[in-house]
């Protein structure tokens, strides 16, 4: 979880800005990309000819005779261009005066989409008085994102027919140029009064502006914007990047400082005096790092021939805030892309269909059409002969969304090369878009990742200084505290910097042994829509990001996206496709994705199938007692959505592949946040839901949060002091680093045991202490997890073991933490352990050792008989010998699953209890209610019927047994005792599993092995 907690944190404004400023302002695509006149085709009297004063010797030259567009550059190729960026044209042009004054239009010029058939950017007129007599000049035609389409596109100078005026036109080059905001630093700022320019480590260039409250509003920090830079055709956006210094943490309150824009040359306010105080959005949570601060609300026009100051002024509140820091101040246009909006949207506009990888295999084409019309869409080749009809006369109105698979009319997959969608209706052409056809990424599978249970926790990237000496300083520290805390992982958010930000953050971090989970610059690689649409320049983005840090041993992995909260198909095709990538780029680290919310998550993690399950799930909820963990986050949207039930949801989305390995990893919460409805958990409850977490199945544990943040209180507070959380946090660890072999053999299965005793006393939430079932696989040794649901007080809980649903006998029972045995009596129909003291919110880990004298006889998948379609053989990472049956479940179902077992491994006229080992898929996992919230489901009706055929007597040793599909837990192994009797030595009897008619309910049934126990 990082900063950007978008249904609860409004830091919109302040994420866009920092993420903005801290992308550092140098690359290789930051350069201007320059056409020269040997790329230029010319028409008519265009020609090149030798110029001196060319900047490389050489220029385009045309009369000023005609209209035409004589010089042009033409393109459809913006690979070298950085992706998503805006780029200003320039076209550096120079004319022959014949007066000394000439009148009228010297010169147009734009750029034409020759695919879409309209202008990107509008042709623009050059009057003669606005050039001078053969003097090279650039001249801007406007602002555009020209990667964001393949479509051919036209650059052009065209004369005026004017030339009695201006005789000739020359072109020397044309110019994109990375669009640039006007950064005004504090070097460059006037101070005044007690203002002066500070050292500060996390600043941009290590230095600030630093502005003392107190009596008064003095303007002791302005910001000059340099009018030269303005033009007449924009409006601007002005953010002021700050930090904020609090003598309290906790308790300043009040104005923190003021803010104007003032016109020095009319004397007026452009923005008149504002305040920034404790209320104010921009400023209501706390950071200690640098923030951005959009000060107007809407776009300013602002007058190139004047002259403007942004003004910062002290407010009479220094008790509370004595100062703040001011890094940069930033004038960006509000509407940086000139393009005009085309109707018709093809995505991605790059196709690789030739490798079936379902990696930008086809385009998804969209088109709205105003009024309702019979429609023809087509595939042309760049011949304009016909390659493939999408749609032939049908009748449209409204939003249409058509796709093409890269196929032609004959289903086969075309050449590379450029090919086009025309839209039609019986007047004619509609819509065009270019979709270009490539042999792009080819995918290579990763490593898997070895079994590890992370003992870590979120860190806020933000806060590592610019400066060397600080940020080694800083991290020195800090990774001191993670060690010292017994942590082996740390997740970053906010990443961003130069890359020594990034190598100095894993030397240290190797240093004290800690593995880092982070992606450079994260947030603005996986929020630039252009990436979206361009495997190859995804594919470049993510190298260039992470080429600096792959091979470094302190890495661990890469965290590509904090909280996806939202349905968006499209999106998490693009975080999908992101995470292929860079698990190509670099296959021994996995990339996570980190889930929020159940239906998010669901969606999510469905089509991104990360290698490992990320997940924030938080209990303790403001305005609900303590241990009351049954209202998820307090949102109104998932009202009653119990914490454990929630755990199950999550732990059971990687079982679902049955040969999905992915452990499932939980950020556990050790935070409150009011604005968000959560509250600061106690120690004890912290401990509950760490222990309730291994409970129902996770593997890694990362507490939220290092550092007190925003109104999150860390483990360490805003002075980086150790406080409480942080002791809570470090013998937690210390648990788990014992429990850690223990963590890694168990395997959750369906609950055996109940439990007595250790229920919330605040609520009726949970009455009892919760308790689940896991079972080592290698050995068939079973755990319980037992957690005490009273956060205030000890408990003594009893637990009751249901010998039939353990399915062995037990020789022994020990906590695993402190390896004391555990007194336990044993019953016919139980195991009991009576009034063992729970301290408050406490968890135990309980070992049942299985006996080794019991006779078995295991008939294994491979030993079953299938019917109706049903399987075995199939491999399932949570089956005891890695294989396990499958049946679908269908309309009509039958003893599809049956054991013919071998006679002669019984002992005659013994008695034997027989068991399966069964579990089911539910048909769906998640609903909506009626008032369209998420609920889990509990399916209704049967999920099988079990029992004991004698087909030599043509009798039931058993008869048909039913099981509710409620009292079975979602993909989760529960052992069926069938019955108890002796097994004839010389019928033909058999056991089967009779999956229920009731696919509505119930997706699959499995079974994992049936097998007798002598008694």
């Known amino acids: 979880m990082n900063q950007a907690k978008k249904a609860f944190v409004l830091l919109t404004i302040w994420l866009a800005v920092f993420i903005f400023w801290g992308t550092g302002r140098s690359s290789a695509a930051d350069s201007d990309f320059i056409v020269e006149e040997n790329q230029f085709q010319y028409y008519n009297d265009g020609v090149t000819v030798a110029d001196a004063s060319a900047l490389n010797g050489s220029a385009g030259k045309m009369l000023n005779t005609s209209v035409n567009w004589n010089i042009t550059h033409v393109r459809s190729d913006f690979s070298a261009l950085q992706p998503g960026k805006s780029y200003d044209v320039f076209f550096r042009i120079k004319v022959n005066h014949v007066p000394a004054a000439p009148s009228g239009n010297a010169f147009e010029f734009g750029v034409w989409d020759n695919t879409y058939g309209d202008y990107i950017l509008p042709q623009k007129a050059v009057p003669a008085s606005a050039t001078q007599d053969m003097t090279w000049k650039e001249f801007r035609a406007g602002t555009f994102v020209p990667n964001a389409g393949v479509n051919q596109l036209v650059f052009f100078v065209t004369g005026t027919n004017n030339a009695s005026q201006i005789s000739e036109i020359y072109v020397d080059q044309i110019i994109l140029r990375p669009h640039a905001a006007i950064d005004i630093q504090d070097s460059d700022f006037i101070l005044s009064g007690t203002s002066v320019l500070t050292a500060s480590p996390l600043a941009s260039n290590n230095s600030a502006a630093i502005l003392y409250n107190g009596a008064g509003s003095n303007w002791n920090v302005q910001a000059p914007i340099d009018g030269t830079k303005l033009r007449t055709d924009e409006t601007y956006d002005v953010t002021a990047i700050v930090q904020i210094d609090r003598s309290d943490w906790s308790a300043s309150t009040g104005d923190i400082f003021g803010v104007l824009l003032y016109d020095t040359t009319t004397s007026t306010y452009v923005l008149p005096p504002k305040v920034y105080t404790t209320a104010s959005p921009e400023t209501q949570d706390k950071f200690k790092f640098y923030i951005g601060i959009k000060i107007n609300a809407a776009p300013l026009a602002l007058n190139p021939t004047h002259v403007y100051r942004v003004g910062f002024y002290q407010v009479n509140n220094a008790s509370n805030f004595p100062s703040i820091k001011i890094d940069t101040v930033t004038v960006s246009e509000a509407q940086v892309n000139d393009n005009p909006a085309q109707s018709i949207t093809v995505k991605p506009y790059k196709i690789s269909p030739g490798n079936q990888d379902d990696l930008n295999d086809t385009a998804g084409i969209t088109y709205s059409l105003a009024a309702p019309q019979t429609i023809s869409a087509k595939i042309v080749d760049s011949n304009g002969s016909l390659v493939k009809t999408l749609v032939s006369g049908a009748s449209q109105s409204g939003t249409v969304k058509i796709s ?29 878009k270019n979709i270009q056809v490539i042999t792009g990424v080819t995918l290579s599978a990763p490593v ?3 079994p590890f249970v992370a003992r870590g926790t979120w860190f806020e990237g933000g806060e590592i200084p610019y400066q060397s000496a600080a940020r080694i300083s800083y991290l020195n520290n800090s990774f001191q505290d993670l060690k010292d805390a017994n942590m082996n992982v740390v997740s970053i958010a906010n990443w961003v910097g130069p890359d020594a930000v990034y190598t100095d953050t894993l030397d240290r971090a190797a240093v004290y042994g800690i593995k880092v989970m982070a992606f450079p610059m994260a947030y603005a690689t996986f929020s630039n829509p252009a990436l979206e649409n361009d495997e190859i320049a995804l594919y470049n983005e993510i190298n260039d990001r992470i080429a600096p840090i792959k091979n470094h041993a302190a890495l661990y992995a890469y965290v590509l996206k904090d909280e996806p909260m939202n349905l968006d198909a499209e999106n998490a095709i693009f975080l999908r496709n992101a995470k292929r990538i860079t698990e190509t780029i670099d296959p021994n680290h996995q990339a996570l994705i980190d889930y929020v919310a159940p239906e998010y998550t669901e969606f999510h993690y469905d089509i991104q199938k990360t290698q490992t399950l990320l997940t924030d799930p938080y209990g303790a909820a403001l305005g609900y007692p303590v241990g009351d963990f049954t209202h998820y986050m307090n949102h109104p949207y998932y009202s009653n959505i119990d914490y454990i039930p929630y755990l199950d949801f999550l732990h059971m989305l990687t079982k679902k592949d049955i040969q999905n390995k ?83 053999s168990m395997t959750r299965i369906a ?31 079973k755990y319980l997890v037992v957690v005490n649901h009273d956060a205030l007080n000890s408990a003594n809980v009893t637990i009751k073991i249901d010998r039939a649903k353990l399915g062995m006998d037990i020789t022994n029972i020990e906590n695993v933490l402190t390896g004391a045995a555990v007194s336990y009596t044993t019953y016919p129909d139980r195991y009991e352990i009576s009034a063992l003291n729970f301290a408050a919110g406490d968890g135990k880990i309980l070992k049942l050792t299985k006996s080794t004298v019991q006779t078995v006889y295991v008939g294994q998948d491979n030993d079953l008989t299938m019917f109706g379609g049903a399987t075995k053989n199939n491999p399932d990472v949570s089956a005891s010998d890695g294989k396990t049956t499958l049946k679908t479940v269908v309309a009509a179902n039958g003893w599809d699953i049956q054991w013919f077992w071998d006679k002669t491994k019984l002992v005659p006229g013994a008695t034997y209890d027989l068991y399966a080992v069964v579990k089911i898929k539910y048909a769906d996992d998640l609903y909506f209610d009626a008032n369209g919230k998420p609920k889990f489901v509990t399916p209704t009706g049967n999920a099988f019927s079990y029992g004991v055929y004698d087909a030599t007597t043509s009798s039931y040793p058993f008869g048909t047994t039913a099981v509710p599909a409620s009292n079975m837990e979602n993909m989760l192994w529960r052992t069926i005792k069938i019955g108890s009797f002796i097994p004839s030595q010389t019928n033909n009897q058999y056991a089967y599993i009779w999956p229920a008619d009731n696919a509505a309910n119930v997706k699959a049934v499995y079974v994992d092995k049936m097998y007798f126990v002598k008694q």
């Open 751 to 781: 609950n055996v045991a109940t439990t007595i005793g250790g229920g919330n006393t605040t609520s009726a939430a949970h009455p009892s202490a919760d308790v689940t079932t896991h079972e080592n696989l290698a050995t068939g040794d």
């Open 404 to 432: 093409w698979d890269g196929r032609n009319n004959a289903n086969a997959i075309v050449a590379n090369g450029m090919y086009k969608v025309v839209v039609s209706n019986a007047s004619g052409e509609l819509y065009r």
């Open 662 to 744: 992915a452990p499932w990893w939980t950020v556990v919460q050790n935070y409150g946040h009011e604005p968000t409805g959560l509250r600061d958990p106690i120690p004890a409850e912290t401990r509950a839901m760490t222990y309730l977490n291994i409970g129902h199945g996770s593997k890694g544990f990362l507490y939220f949060i290092y550092q007190t943040e925003s109104s999150w209180k860390g483990m360490v507070d805003e002075n980086y002091v150790r406080g409480p959380k942080f002791t809570t946090v470090q013998t937690l660890l210390s648990e788990i680093k014992t429990l850690e072999p223990t963590l890694l």
């Open 448 to 450: 898997a990742p070895a």
